[in-house]
């Protein structure tokens, strides 16, 4: 074979190995990746953007809405550390009718949503914002919370001037929120993981007791009479002990609900491993595994 067909070979080689690590990382490493993180924190993609809603809550969580055609919430672009609560809580990816109640409940769960005025700014569709605002009254009406609402439209480049982001097409525009959720993503991550070693016994007690009123609330509001130790619709894991919202229960901490009483293991990672139990209720309360 002469010299310039084994080249040419050998290139042909190189772009079928190319070709292959391009398929393998589309069909394969990347969904394994997006499996692995949390639905937070799961990949942007502007083919799933229709329109956008940002809420602001004042003197707390501010975060934006991503939606597609189809009236999903595709990505929460965190923007503030207050909205830790809705994070990683697989809202992501459920249609507005069901997204919307979920966040707004969890931030009442959290006490966020005290005596607070909440801004909602349309970014594009105001059918699926006056869709959003309405969720968001009846989630209030059912806890009973009088909580104000006030209305706004704004476009992407007004938000982009806002917050200092030179770019003014909505596609980077968009990219550039989404890392900067990411980055709060990660800073928040890395507080928890400093907080964990400061947590002494006592307090460690009284953030298990936060924690386990939480899921009484929960109980309630849902009236909620039955749940299984491995439902998901509120994760333990993710429900803050402290008004910070920068202490959460360990992953193996569980609870279940039975006859309307919660039984709960709840364990906070100090400078030991502080573990409570909770047999129906605060007064059946003891240190250690149930």
């Given at each position: 074979?002469?010299?310039s067909?084994?080249?040419?070979?050998?290139a042909?080689?190189?772009?079928i190995i190319?070709?292959?690590?391009i398929?393998l990382?589309?069909?394969k490493?990347?969904?394994q990746?997006q499996q692995?993180?949390?639905?937070?924190e799961?990949?942007?993609?502007?083919k799933?953007?229709?329109?956008s809603v940002?809420?602001?809550?004042?003197?707390?969580?501010?975060?934006?809405?991503?939606?597609?055609?189809n009236?999903e919430v595709?990505n929460?672009f965190?923007?503030n550390?207050l909205?830790s609560s809705i994070?990683?809580?697989?809202?992501e990816?459920?249609?507005?009718?069901k997204?919307?109640?979920?966040i707004?409940q969890k931030?009442i769960d959290?006490n966020?949503?005290?005596?607070?005025?909440?801004n909602?700014i349309?970014y594009?569709?105001?059918?699926?914002?006056?869709k959003?605002?309405?969720?968001?009254?009846t989630?209030?009406?059912?806890?009973?919370?009088?909580?104000q609402i006030?209305e706004n439209?704004?476009?992407?480049q007004e938000k982009?001037?806002?917050?200092?982001i030179?770019?003014t097409d909505?596609e980077q525009?968009?990219?550039?929120?989404?890392?900067?959720s990411?980055?709060?993503?990660d800073s928040i991550s890395k507080e928890?993981d400093?907080n964990q070693l400061n947590?002494?016994?006592?307090?460690?007690?009284?953030y298990?007791?936060?924690?386990?009123?939480?899921l009484?609330?929960?109980?309630?509001?849902a009236?909620?009479?039955?749940?299984?130790?491995?439902?998901t619709?509120?994760?333990?894991?993710?429900?803050?002990?402290?008004?910070?919202n920068t202490?959460?229960?360990s992953s193996?901490?569980?609870?279940?609900i039975?006859?309307?009483?919660?039984?709960a293991?709840?364990t906070?990672?100090g400078?030991?491993?502080y573990t409570?139990?909770y047999?129906?209720s605060?007064?059946?309360?003891k240190?250690?595994?149930c």
């Amino acid at each position: 074979m002469k010299k310039s067909g084994k080249i040419w070979l050998y290139a042909l080689e190189v772009v079928i190995i190319i070709v292959i690590v391009i398929y393998l990382g589309i069909t394969k490493v990347i969904p394994q990746y997006q499996q692995s993180i949390g639905s937070s924190e799961k990949l942007f993609s502007f083919k799933n953007y229709e329109t956008s809603v940002e809420v602001n809550i004042a003197s707390g969580p501010e975060f934006f809405l991503i939606i597609n055609k189809n009236d999903e919430v595709t990505n929460i672009f965190i923007e503030n550390k207050l909205a830790s609560s809705i994070v990683n809580q697989d809202i992501e990816g459920k249609k507005i009718d069901k997204a919307i109640p979920e966040i707004f409940q969890k931030l009442i769960d959290s006490n966020q949503l005290d005596s607070q005025i909440i801004n909602i700014i349309n970014y594009k569709d105001s059918i699926v914002c006056k869709k959003i605002v309405s969720l968001v009254k009846t989630t209030l009406e059912k806890n009973s919370k009088t909580t104000q609402i006030i209305e706004n439209t704004s476009t992407l480049q007004e938000k982009a001037k806002l917050l200092k982001i030179e770019e003014t097409d909505d596609e980077q525009i968009l990219w550039t929120l989404y890392l900067n959720s990411t980055n709060i993503i990660d800073s928040i991550s890395k507080e928890l993981d400093s907080n964990q070693l400061n947590i002494a016994k006592e307090s460690a007690s009284i953030y298990a007791d936060n924690i386990y009123q939480k899921l009484i609330t929960y109980m309630m509001n849902a009236n909620v009479q039955e749940q299984d130790i491995n439902n998901t619709v509120m994760p333990i894991q993710y429900i803050p002990g402290n008004n910070e919202n920068t202490v959460y229960a360990s992953s193996n901490s569980w609870y279940y609900i039975k006859n309307y009483k919660v039984y709960a293991e709840i364990t906070i990672i100090g400078k030991e491993n502080y573990t409570f139990c909770y047999m129906g209720s605060t007064m059946d309360k003891k240190e250690g595994i149930c």
